[in-house]
């Protein structure tokens, strides 16, 4: 017996300094990182999908514009939108979904509320310790198919800055839908269904198929305000250079109005969720 | 000084009542209907620092619900519930600094990563320091033999290994309160051995411990105070030998005969209250007695009045047998005032 140690009975936990929080939610990020070999059937299935799905948008895209431009795309133009589309699509894509959901629908989510972390800044950390990953493999995805379609154009350099911070600001933004998304299987206890809906808004609204300068009007007006486009549309156009100036700064401030916007709709469920919440079993 | 104070808690548990299908669920659209189910029902408890605490009841009477409300997973439908000063459902991050929480049938082991990696990731959450660390980790890994298990992943594990993981999870950052809630599912005989010498080493340190189980032995070695509840009240709530005394206070005096006796109506009518019962086909005789109407040795006497003893042995109330009457509904208060044999007394609350 090792007796060195003594069980203190009762010191008042000291309050974690910055540093040591920062230290817990580091290592949760590189968990998340770690367990990647378990979901990394679930991920790479995924990530075939899109890519299917981005590869055969790039041929119809390509024909489509063979005849010239459309909408004030050409061909270089809406490759390089697509591919930013697909590369911003692939994060938050695949482990906080999966694990958030079935830890509530299963009740394990009991075992997350006596842990000595914020719950949404967790799952946050976690989003960024997977993203490593997700970010990882959808540049060399998105690599290997511009190789394929004869190459894309660089960055514009009118908006560059306005690209960074919009880039940026896609992971954090994608995590506010989905940890929504997964919250609601508080109430529904199916997730399927939540997940589905989800990803046919986001498929729809942000631009990341057909650009959502092809919508009616009014489409487009509603578009706008969501806060889908800034998942996709917004960094794409700003890295082909069709959003620039004010217009570009407008939509980087929208992205970041929705993404401060969804953290405290997401803070505000789980509070309500977590009051009402019953746990099975046991 | 309390450590955890509950002071009429209810917990409420409504729930759906969906008829199966998907015409169900429409029709539930339109009509909602609920069932309530009273889990907890006005549960009041305080319990000291370095108390060890038994929780016990039947199958559904609520124990898992209670330590759900004290440990803040769940909100109480009604009542007051204070651990460590704080009030746990409202402040979880700093409640959770200072329990440590195991539930048997649930992991709080990342299932993706080996048991090394979860424990570091509790390090990292609690914020220990290296040296804390391992001289924690050393300990438990002595304590509950977890050195094999490390490198395993935590879902490769068995389920006694799992709950010995887990148990290291939960007290790794020394927590001064622990509640475990069935906490020797699957373990073996000799590692429920070694959890019991554990558990009463770090109550005899200081730890507050609440400990629901079925398995009875390990109350009459960790804990010193037994609650017993049943239908979501608190039956009982008292020291572990008074509970013993009060509940199940008469002995038993097994005794061998060298012959078969005639008749077991004289030890009878010496020893008023106890009652006679012929034992091994009428080669010996149970007397079962309360120990402050008559001694061991007046029954002994008795008995060798009428009989030739050869040999005896007295049984001893176990917590078992508190705890059974509890179970099948007829806690009474003494053998006395209200003998074993009217079952259709009226079940305590
Ligand atoms: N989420 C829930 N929704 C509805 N009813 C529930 C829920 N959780 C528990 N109950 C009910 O509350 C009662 C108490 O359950 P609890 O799990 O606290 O029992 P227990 O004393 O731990 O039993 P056991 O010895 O079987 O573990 C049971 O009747 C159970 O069916
Ligand atoms: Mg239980």
Redo the contacts with the bound molecule.
């Keep these: 017996m090792t007796a060195a140690v003594t069980l203190p009975s009762a010191p008042p936990r000291r309050t974690p300094t910055v540093r040591q929080t920062l230290r817990a939610y580091r290592a949760m990020g590189r968990a998340a990182f770690r367990s990647l070999v378990a979901y990394q059937t679930s991920f790479l299935f995924g990530l075939l999908a899109t890519t299917l799905a981005a590869v055969a948008m790039l041929y119809l895209w390509r024909s489509v514009l063979a005849a010239g431009r459309v909408n004030g795309f050409d061909w270089p133009a809406m490759k390089a939108y697509l591919l930013v589309a697909f590369v911003a699509g692939s994060l938050v894509s695949s482990y906080v979904d999966y694990r958030m959901a079935g830890r509530i629908q299963q009740g394990d989510v009991a075992m997350d509320l006596v842990r000595p972390v914020d719950y949404q800044r967790s799952r946050l950390a976690e989003a960024l310790g997977f993203g490593g990953y997700e970010l990882g493999t959808g540049l060399v995805v998105a690599a290997a198919a511009a190789a394929l379609f004869g190459g894309v154009p660089a960055p514009a350099h009118r908006s560059l800055g306005a690209f960074a911070v919009s880039a940026v600001l896609v992971l954090p933004l994608r995590f506010g839908i989905v940890y929504i998304s997964a919250l609601v299987v508080f109430w529904t206890r199916n997730y399927v269904g939540v997940q589905s809906a989800r990803i046919a808004l986001i498929t729809l609204f942000s631009g990341s198929l057909v650009p959502l300068s092809f919508f009616p009007g009014w489409l487009q007006g509603l578009a706008a305000a969501l806060p889908f486009a800034g998942m996709a549309s917004t960094p794409a156009l700003l890295y082909i250079g069709r959003l620039t100036g004010a217009d570009a700064w407008r939509d980087v401030g929208v992205q970041a109005a929705w993404t401060v916007g969804l953290w405290w709709l997401g803070r505000a469920m789980w509070r309500g969720a977590s009051r009402q919440l ?3 079993g ?1 | 000084m309390a450590r955890i104070e509950a002071d009429d808690l209810r917990k409420v ?1 409504r ?1 759906p009542d969906k008829r199966p299908g998907l015409a169900g669920s429409l029709r539930h659209l339109v009509e909602r209907r609920y069932s309530e ?1 009273v ?1 907890v029902d006005g549960i009041s408890l305080r319990v000291d620092e370095g108390e060890a605490v038994a929780y016990v ?10 330590i759900k409300l004290l440990t803040g997973i769940l909100v109480p439908t009604s009542g007051e519930v204070r651990v460590n000063g704080i009030v746990p459902h409202r402040n979880r991050v700093e409640n959770a600094r200072g329990i440590g929480v195991v539930f048997g049938q649930r992991t709080s082991l990342w299932w993706d990563l080996a048991v090394r990696d979860s424990l570091e990731l509790l390090r990292d959450m609690h914020g220990l320091s290296t040296a804390e660390y391992w001289a924690n980790l050393d300990r438990l890994v002595e304590m509950l033999g977890i050195g094999d298990l490390l490198s395993s992943t935590a879902r490769r594990l068995s389920l006694g290994q799992r709950m010995r993981a887990d148990l290291a999870a939960a007290l790794l950052h020394d927590p001064p309160i622990v509640y475990l809630d ?1 906490p020797t599912i699957g373990l073996d005989i000799e590692v429920k051995d070694r959890l019991r010498a554990f558990l009463r080493q770090i109550v005899a340190e200081g730890t507050t411990l609440v400990l ?1 189980t ?1 398995d009875l032995g390990e109350i009459e070695d960790v804990c010193s105070r037994l609650v017993i509840i049943d239908h ?1 009240r608190i039956v009982h709530d008292g020291g572990l030998r008074q509970v013993i005394e009060t509940y199940a206070r008469e002995r038993v005096m097994h005794v061998d005969l060298a012959a078969r006796p005639v008749s077991l109506a004289g030890i009878a009518t010496r020893l008023a209250g106890a009652t006679v019962i012929e034992e091994r086909d009428g080669l010996g005789v149970a007397v079962t007695f309360d120990p402050l109407a008559h001694t061991a040795g007046d029954v002994l006497t008795a008995i060798q009045a009428e009989l030739q003893v050869v040999d005896l042995r007295i049984k001893e109330p176990a917590i078992e047998d508190v705890v059974r009457r509890v179970y099948a509904g007829q806690l009474i208060p003494g053998p006395d005032d209200s003998p074993d044999d009217s079952p259709d007394d009226s079940p305590v609350r």
């Excluded at chain 2, 009841?57 to 209670?66: F, H, M």
């Design positions: 019953t746990v099975h046991g | 548990f729930s189910k889990a009841g039947p199958n559904g009477a609520g124990k898992s619900t209670t069935e629901t079925h979501g």
